[in-house]
């Protein structure tokens, strides 16, 4: 009992051997059995240090009372899960090799962590990084090469690494601390003080918690110190040693016979259990490796279920699973779900080329294909053979069999050329039913010249029936292409019966034209649904181009995505650009306008210039001709359209780097190829139509001014101001237009301004205030809206427009002024004739030729205060309005006439003279205020030679009192200037 003691006592002392036991005994009882390492010394250190390894120690062990807890039934159960974790390991290659792994190398991993805990320093000075190993065998090298002296042999024998049994503190101070202060040292003291408390804690807990082992071993070892000697108590004490010495071996060997024996019959006993025990385990081995590997080997049962349903996307993610099986894998069984996942594969590659060949296919299902057989390409790891290629690329459209070389090394690619060759196919034909429609249009016109040549036939013969019904016919003949205002000229189909022989070439040309208009918008509708889509694809190729030759891969001589782009892509474009702009501008036109654009141009063949025509276009009169204003308008809006889809692909394209084709902007074409040069040609057709659209429609806005101005003497700028607005809103190239509109607006108001001057020479006074009123209300407020509607059109800037268009309505106004103003002068001239100057009577009322004159006048100013703004005229360099001008005018024409009147009857008595001076000086004092200073001073000038006529006397009685009454020929029966004045009180009244 003492040595048992003993040797607990020497287990709580020695830290370094328990505590790499600790972990594993910490925790455990009595009754757990504690799993062996094959090490005596961790299993049962207590036996190991009594010396007690033989066999017989299983019986100081406790006896197990369950089957589950038995040795040979850990030992089995351990075995059967190392063989099941073997053959999946071997049979699927899958993750669990990884995990496997990982459990393996967990030992490992632990006794690395404890190399590097035992590495770092154990004061804690320095950092983790710190390594003494290294320090220690850096401090060996340096010394072997050292003399052997005794400082040397000291640091040879000592050593800085703590678990060594020569460790040196001093030594270890002066290496791994020489600049540790005093208070670091305490402190790393500290630390390991209570490093070491813990430790002693441990084995304390260690000790207690497996005290009834420690005691249940010493009891057996009394047990046998007891027992040892029984039986030979009487024989000395070297015999009873050498008796008890027998006896314990004949003991231990009949207990090893009862062990042998019991095992035989647990064997016997327990031996089928323990067969069927093993099988169970094998059974459920086998059912969770079935569980693991069935969605494996459903893998080609579900892809055949995923291809028949169009579900080639999820067929290529449930390959996925099947390329994990390695291609020398044992097991049979994975070999054939391998393979037939494999043929799976092979069919979705035939499915996902055809599809790709396919011109129905959405833009979706494209990209989607291309994807899906991008990936099935990854994960086989290599591309498609010559056998398969050929027999997966073969399509039912002849013009795209992609079985003439095309290596399927870039499926995008691939995509790129077959669709291309749809989208050439489909121009080639759209040419070729434009071309037939209008051919066949102008052979059926013939044929009906020559059947109206008998009216009666045309409306009674079976004949024209057939006719009349091939004419509703045309592939490309829809709706009726025309505004209202064409209707005259728009006949198509069977209206033309309606009309006689006459309008049946006007018939002829409005089928053209709606054939033309009709070719344009299927254009714009084959080229917006088809452009986008080759573009996605080709960015789709030019990133997976760019990821093979990232990797390596080399194209060899396969085309490049930009030599489709400037190629095959571009040249059947260019054909759709000619064949719109062609119908919307005429043959003449366009050929002019394209081969102006394409002159310049460095290193550009002839054939280029040409223009690469895959049918020609018509060479008729109605097929080189412009188009009407309603036709052009509906080609504008299609040319528009097709440059928007040019332009949003090219910009797509310029993103592509490396493509020679898009490096910049218009200024670097240099040739009449690609996308570039396809949307500079299309912007030219759109300008160029929309050019003509904005005259054919100014035009027509100048008709309808000039039948205006004839009809009503209006100048209509609000029907220009309207027109221009329409215009902004309906033209998609306003800017390049604006010259064009300026000019259309300036010929209108051209034409209104100049009939209007015709009418004002034709007509009376009230006609010329009219259009003055036009004019002005022209210049106040319409000139000023067209202006501003005109405004960002990119002509001339807005105030020489605005001064152009004013000057033009000015000279308009003064021309109709200046004839209004020798109307009214001929109108006063009326009232002052000399006849009736020389008959003047001896009564005493008003005299009616100045009543007449000042009437006209006061009627004047009426109209003009009814019919003209009261605000200056815009030309009059004095400021004056339309009424003082007027009254100016006119009283000046007035007074001259009064005075020539007074000159011309000179040979009259004085009486008359002093009459007409009378009427004189009432017509100063009535019209001073309006009346210029020249005339003013004429009319004095007259006075006074009036009164060096007749004398100062004479003169003076005629202005005497205040009531006009003379002092003297009172009788003679003149009025004087008091009396005009009562009597004309009315006219004053107006007058001022």
């Known amino acids: 009992m003492q040595r048992v003691c003993g040797i607990i006592f020497d287990a709580v002392t020695k830290s370094d051997a328990v505590e790499d036991d600790s972990s594993s005994a910490i925790g455990s009882s009595p009754q757990e059995g504690r799993k062996s390492t094959g090490d005596p010394k961790r299993d049962d250190p207590i036996g190991y240090e009594l010396g007690l390894h033989s066999s017989s120690v299983l019986l100081l062990r406790d006896t197990p009372t369950t089957w589950g807890t038995s040795g040979v039934s850990k030992k089995l159960a351990e075995s059967a899960d190392k063989a099941a974790q073997a053959n999946v390991s071997s049979a699927l290659c899958l993750e669990s090799d990884s995990e496997i792994g990982q459990q393996m190398n967990c030992g490992v991993k632990s006794d690395d962590e404890r190399a590097q805990q035992l590495s770092r320093d154990p004061l804690g000075i320095r950092d983790e990084s710190f390594d003494l190993r290294s320090l220690e065998i850096g401090r060996r090298k340096v010394l072997d090469g050292t003399s052997d002296d005794s ?17 040196a503190p001093l030594l270890f101070l002066t290496l791994v601390h020489p ?44 047990w046998f110190a007891e027992n040892i000697g029984e039986g030979h108590g009487g024989q000395t004490q070297a015999r009873q040693g050498d008796d008890a010495a027998g006896s314990a071996v004949e003991k231990l060997a009949k207990l090893e016979e009862l062990v042998t024996e019991v095992r035989k019959h647990s064997d016997e006993a327990f031996g089928p259990l323990l067969d069927n025990t093993l099988d169970v385990r094998r059974t459920k081995n086998a059912l969770a490796i079935l569980s693991r590997v069935g969605p494996i080997l459903s893998v080609p049962n579900l892809m055949t279920s995923h291809l028949q349903g169009g579900r080639i996307a999820e067929a290529v993610n449930a390959y996925r699973k099947v390329r994990l099986i390695n291609e020398t894998c044992g097991v049979d069984l994975l070999k054939s779900v391998r393979a037939k996942a494999m043929e799976a594969a092979a069919e979705a590659r035939s499915s996902l080329t055809k599809l790709l060949s396919s011109p129905d296919a959405s833009t979706q299902k494209l990209l989607s294909a291309i994807r899906d057989l991008n990936d099935l390409d990854d994960l086989d790891d290599k591309k498609i053979d010559a056998g398969l290629k050929e027999d997966s690329v073969k399509s039912p459209q002849p013009a795209v069999a992609a079985g003439d070389g095309v290596e399927i090394q870039n499926p995008a690619l691939f995509c790129l050329q077959t669709q291309a060759k749809h989208f050439d196919r489909l121009a080639v034909a759209m040419i070729k039913v434009c071309n037939n429609s209008l051919r066949s249009s102008m052979e059926k016109d013939a044929r009906l010249k020559n059947l109206l040549k008998d009216e009666h036939e045309v409306q009674r013969g079976s004949e024209s029936e057939n006719i009349k019904r091939d004419l509703t016919e045309f592939s490309l003949e829809g709706p009726r292409y025309f505004d209202e205002d064409d209707e005259d000229e728009a006949v198509t189909g069977s209206d033309a019966f309606s009309h006689q022989f006459s309008g049946a070439h006007s018939s002829l040309k409005s089928t053209v034209y709606s054939i033309r208009v009709a070719s344009c918008q299927k254009i714009n509708l084959l080229v917006r649904q088809w452009l986008p889509r080759l573009m996605r694809i080709s960015s789709t190729a030019y990133d997976i181009e760019n990821q093979l030759l990232a990797s390596g891969h080399a194209l060899g001589d396969t085309k490049r995505v930009k030599e489709f782009l400037e190629g095959d892509v571009s040249d059947s474009l260019m054909v759709l650009v000619e064949l719109s702009g062609q119908n919307a501008l005429g043959r003449d036109l366009f ?51 097709l440059s928007e889809t040019i332009a949003a692909s090219t910009a797509s394209a310029r993103g592509m780097r490396g493509y020679a084709g898009f490096g910049g902007g218009r200024s670097n074409l240099k040739s009449a190829r690609g996308l570039e040069a396809c949307s500079e040609l299309v912007e030219l057709a759109i300008i160029e139509c929309e050019k003509r659209w904005c005259s054919n429609a100014l035009s027509h806005c100048a008709r309808n001014c000039a039948e205006a101005a004839t009809a009503k003497g209006l100048l209509d700028v609000k029907a220009i101001v309207r027109c221009v607005k329409r215009l902004r809103e309906d033209l998609h190239r ?25 009418i004002a020479k034709e007509r009376d006074v009230a006609v010329n205030l009219d259009i003055i009123k036009e004019t002005a209300r022209a210049l106040s407020v319409d000139l000023i809206d067209l202006t501003d509607a005109m405004g960002g059109l990119g002509g001339q800037n807005e105030d020489a427009l605005s001064a152009g268009y004013a000057r033009m309505v000015k000279e308009l106004e003064e021309a109709v002024w200046k004839d209004y103003i020798v109307i009214l002068k001929e109108r006063v001239r009326e009232g002052i004739e000399n006849k009736r100057m020389k008959s003047i009577g001896k009564g005493r009322t008003f005299p009616a030729h100045l009543s007449s004159a000042l009437l006209c006048i006061v009627k004047n100013r009426a109209l003009i205060e009814e019919n003209l703004p009261s605000g200056s005229r815009p030309l009059s360099g ?58 003013l001073a004429v009319v004095r000038q007259t006075l006074k030679d009036m009164v060096g006529r007749v004398g100062a006397e004479e003169w003076a009685k005629v202005n005497v009192d205040e009531e006009g009454k003379g002092t003297s020929d009172i009788d003679r029966g003149w009025l004087t200037v008091g009396e005009m004045r009562r009597q004309g009180r009315i006219l004053m009244e107006c007058l001022h």
């Open 151 to 167: 400082e040397s042999k000291l640091s040879r024998e000592g050593s800085v690494l703590p678990t060594d049994s020569n460790f």
């Open 179 to 222: 600049e540790a202060s005093f208070q670091e040292l305490t402190q790393a003291l500290t630390r390991l003080e209570g490093v070491a408390d813990n430790h002693a804690m441990r084995l304390q807990r260690l000790v207690r918690d497996n005290f009834p082992l420690f005691v249940r071993c010493a009891e057996g070892i009394d």
């Open 591 to 641: 050929e002019e306008e394209r081969t102006a654009l394409f002159s310049d141009r460095e290193g550009v063949s002839e054939e280029e210039k040409e223009g690469k025509r895959k049918s020609t276009f018509p060479n008729e009169e109605h097929c080189k001709t412009c188009l009407p204003s309603g036709f052009n308008s509906k080609c504008a809006q299609s040319l528009s359209g």
């Open 734 to 758: 306003g800017f390049e237009c604006g010259s064009r509109i300026e000019d259309g607006a300036r010929g209108c108001l051209t034409a209104s301004c100049t009939i209007l001057g015709e």
């Open 878 to 935: 004095e400021g004056l309005s339309y009424g003082e001008e007027m009254m100016r005018v006119s009283c000046d024409e007035l007074l001259k006439s009064a005075c020539e009147a007074v000159y011309g009857g000179w040979e009259d008595n004085a009486p008359d003279v002093i009459a007409r001076g009378v009427e004189i000086a009432f017509l100063v004092e009535l019209l001073e205020r309006h009346a210029g200073q020249d005339t």
